[in-house]
C-alpha cells in the first residue's frame, strides 16, 4: 500500500469526518454504560503537521486551518464544532494544531475509563507508530491485521455499543466491495453498532 495520511491529515475531509466522529462519540456518552470503538484502517493515530509530509502538501490549511477564526460562524456552528475543537488542543495563529489528532486520538480523547477501543492497521510502519501512541493506554488495542479480517473478528462486542469506523485508503481495485462486505457481515452479528463508512 502506497498510501500515507500524513500528506492529507487535517485536510477538508479530515474536519468533516472527524467533527461528525466527535458527534457520534458525544452522543455515545450520554449513557453510563461502556461503548466499544472498532476502527478498520486506523493509520498512525495522529499526524505532526510540521512534518515534510504535511508540509510538502499543506492540505491542512484547507481544513482545520480554516478553523482558526470561527467569528463569522452562526452560535450554532460553533456550538457543533466545539467538541471537536476541544479535541485539537492547542493551535498557532494559522490554527495549526501541534499534533493534528486522527481518529484513534480523538476516540481517546473522548472514550471515559469504561470505555474500550481496538485499532486496526495493516501497514506496517504505520501500525508501529499507532502502538507506540497507545501503548499505555489499557482500554486501547492497536493490532496489526487487516481491518476487515478484524472487524469480522471483534464484533459483537462485549459491550453490546459502540461504533466501527471504516475508513480505507481506497487502494485495491475492490475496495469499496470489501468495505461493504464487511460492513453487511457485522451488521449482520452487531446490529445495534453504529456504523461509519467513509
Not at 46 to 75: F, K, N
Not at 143 to 158: M, Q, R, S, W
Request: charged share 30%; with cysteine.
Amino acid at each position: 500500500m502506497n498510501y500515507r495520511h500524513g500528506f492529507h491529515a487535517g485536510n477538508f475531509a479530515d474536519v468533516f469526518k472527524h467533527a461528525l466522529l466527535v458527534r457520534l462519540l458525544v452522543y455515545l456518552r450520554r449513557k453510563e454504560t461502556p461503548f466499544r470503538v472498532i476502527e478498520t484502517h486506523a493509520g498512525e493515530g495522529a499526524y505532526d503537521l510540521s512534518a515534510d509530509e504535511a508540509e510538502r502538501t499543506l492540505e491542512w490549511r484547507g481544513g482545520v486551518g480554516r478553523l482558526a477564526d470561527l467569528s463569522g460562524a452562526s452560535a450554532e456552528v460553533r456550538a457543533l464544532l466545539a467538541p471537536y475543537i476541544d479535541c485539537l488542543g492547542p493551535r498557532d495563529h494559522e490554527g495549526k494544531p501541534a499534533l493534528y489528532p486522527g481518529s484513534p486520538a480523538i476516540a481517546q480523547k473522548l472514550m471515559r475509563p469504561q470505555d474500550r477501543a481496538i485499532f486496526c492497521e495493516l501497514r506496517p510502519d504505520a501500525f508501529l507508530a499507532l502502538r507506540r501512541r497507545f501503548s499505555r493506554d489499557e482500554r486501547i488495542k492497536a493490532i496489526h491485521i487487516d481491518g476487515y479480517v478484524g472487524l469480522g473478528a471483534y464484533v459483537p462486542p462485549k459491550e453490546r455499543r459502540g461504533l466501527v469506523l471504516i475508513d480505507p485508503p481506497f487502494e485495491r481495485e475492490d475496495e469499496f466491495e470489501a468495505a461493504f462486505d464487511a460492513l453487511h457481515k457485522s451488521y449482520a452479528k452487531w446490529s445495534s453498532g453504529i456504523y461509519a463508512l467513509w
